[in-house]
């Protein structure tokens, strides 16, 4: 089986080629993913063997098949996750009725809209780190750069399919949209905000594929229990392949703590900026920029547009099957934190209508399981420092919380009160500097950047100073 998959064109679990017309559609797509590749995928390195996990099946062994490979030669598949035999819909008005294997008429709207949402975060986030490579810490890092990179390429891919395959003409249209907008082009700028942020620096790339990475976590967690099952499907085996990102980001960051800490004890003062090392401030205000940033994505805290996706079995809540008893979700409500007159007190709303609260609610603490490993990772040093995620009403952009100014501890502010502190709690320019001027390129192998420990343990059980890109 795997070595069929392996060897058409477009490699995927979906009988693709006993669907001629849909093969030849993605065909006439493939060299416009292609030429979108060349032009905005991780430059300088195009031609360069890489190390890196390729998915060929999704069985234990088809999907993390490793070897040397050039980018544009990486075979980007397409591959559901295989089906749940007699699969209800998990929640909403329709849960325990059979799923859908076609989308109905009345949804087509909705869920194209869900699905090209998700779809523009994948190439957006390619484009946001094109550059990182030229200042990687080590052969190691840029090699789980590119991983995430082509894998992100994948899932568009994953998008894409869905789009051609039960979506006709509109469909289509939306694919080739897909590779025409651009991250940070103020003309035709990816969908959501934060995925137009730049990503210009290391700790950035570790914070972002720790909390917004974890974002996609759950938005496809969310869809994972849609009634559209090729939807579910889809969804369920990307998830495998955002561990792996999750992963980077997490011990991305904690290997700065690493070394922040090793620093710290051994000249004896926080201020280790001038010893190449990244102030523990300074990673906070990076955690309290890219966490609120990656909070907005869950949208407004009381939402009929989430309502009705959840009414219609078009998304569910995470693990809507296995960790909830009741599915229908209309009966209950679900206490939001609102300031009225100056004060904060508890609103109760709908429970369907807060279910993008809900979601963030479950990202959040999801995230306090990162911090937890990263603070240990002080105590270990003997530092008596915490880091922590600011209150979700910090730094919003979008829903209530961005009518007002809060603090990191939640409490609202004056915008003049917000505005003379915002320099403690978010990254100015000097810090972003800082961190810009740490970031020189190592490539020697085995070597590492000074402001990042080495990792504990190599790739594929390899060890740390294997050759993961060939230069
Ligand atoms: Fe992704
Ligand atoms: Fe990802």
């Given at each position: 089986m795997i070595a069929e998959v392996n060897h058409e064109r477009i490699p995927n679990n979906v009988h693709l080629s006993s669907d001629k017309r849909l093969q030849r559609a993605l065909e006439g797509w493939q060299p416009n993913f292609a030429s979108w590749w060349g032009d905005m995928g991780p430059e300088g390195f195009q031609q360069k063997e890489i190390y890196l996990r390729t998915a060929i099946g999704v069985d234990a062994n088809g999907w993390a098949q490793f070897d040397y490979v050039k980018m544009p030669d990486y075979r980007w598949g397409i591959f559901l996750a295989a089906p749940t035999e007699n699969r209800t819909i998990p929640g909403g008005d329709l849960a325990g009725k059979p799923v859908w294997q076609e989308i109905p008429g009345e949804h087509r709207n909705s869920l194209r809209r869900l699905i090209v949402t998700q779809a523009d975060t994948e190439p957006a986030s390619v484009e946001q780190q094109r550059l990182l490579g030229k200042t990687c810490p080590s052969l190691y890092d840029l090699r789980n750069l590119f991983q995430?990179?082509?894998?992100?390429?994948?899932?568009?891919?994953?998008?894409?399919?869905?789009?051609?395959?039960?979506?006709?003409?509109?469909?289509?249209e939306e694919a080739d949209a897909l590779l025409e907008r651009r991250s940070g082009n103020p003309d035709k700028p990816r969908i959501l905000t934060t995925f137009n942020e730049p990503i210009s620096d290391w700790l950035s790339f570790f914070?972002?594929?720790?909390?917004?990475?974890?974002d996609g976590k759950f938005q496809l967690l969310s869809l994972a229990e849609s009634g559209f099952d090729p939807l579910s499907r889809t969804c369920r085996f990307m998830l495998t392949e955002e561990a792996h990102h999750l992963f980077v980001g997490q011990t991305g960051v904690q290997r700065v703590i690493k070394r922040?800490?090793?620093?710290?004890?051994r000249y004896d003062t926080e201020d280790i900026a001038k010893y190449g090392g990244v102030p523990?401030?300074?990673?906070?205000?990076?955690?309290?920029?890219?966490?609120?940033?990656?909070?907005d994505l869950f949208g407004s805290e009381q939402s009929s547009n989430a309502a009705n996706y959840f009414a219609a079995g078009l998304k569910g809540r995470a693990h809507e099957a296995k960790h909830y008893t009741e599915h229908m979700a209309n009966q209950d409500t679900y206490a939001l934190t609102t300031l009225q007159n100056?004060?904060?007190?508890?609103l109760a709303v709908p429970l369907r209508n807060a279910m993008n609260e809900v979601l963030r609610d479950d990202y959040i603490a999801d995230n306090e399981k990162s911090l937890e490993k990263w603070n240990l990772e002080l105590a270990k040093h003997h530092i008596d420092y915490k880091l922590a995620l600011p209150s979700k009403r910090f730094n919003r952009t979008v829903g209530i919380?961005?009518?007002h100014h809060y603090g990191p501890d939640g409490m609202p502010l004056s915008r003049a009160e917000f505005e003379a502190q915002r320099s403690f709690w978010l990254p100015t320019r000097e810090d972003r500097e800082h961190v810009?001027?740490?970031?020189?390129?190592?490539?020697?192998?085995?070597?590492m950047a000074g402001w990042i420990a080495p990792p504990l343990k190599g790739i594929n059980a390899l060890p740390e100073d294997f050759e993961y890109v060939r230069l």
């Open positions: 995430v990179n082509v894998e992100e390429g994948r899932h568009l891919w994953a998008m894409v399919y869905l789009l051609h395959s039960y979506l006709g003409k509109d469909g289509r914070m972002f594929t720790t909390f917004t990475d974890r922040t800490a090793e620093l710290i004890n523990l401030v300074i990673l906070q205000k990076y955690i309290n920029f890219w966490y609120s940033s990656s909070l100056g004060k904060l007190g508890e919380y961005s009518e810009h001027s740490l970031m020189q390129q190592v490539v020697a192998r085995g070597k």
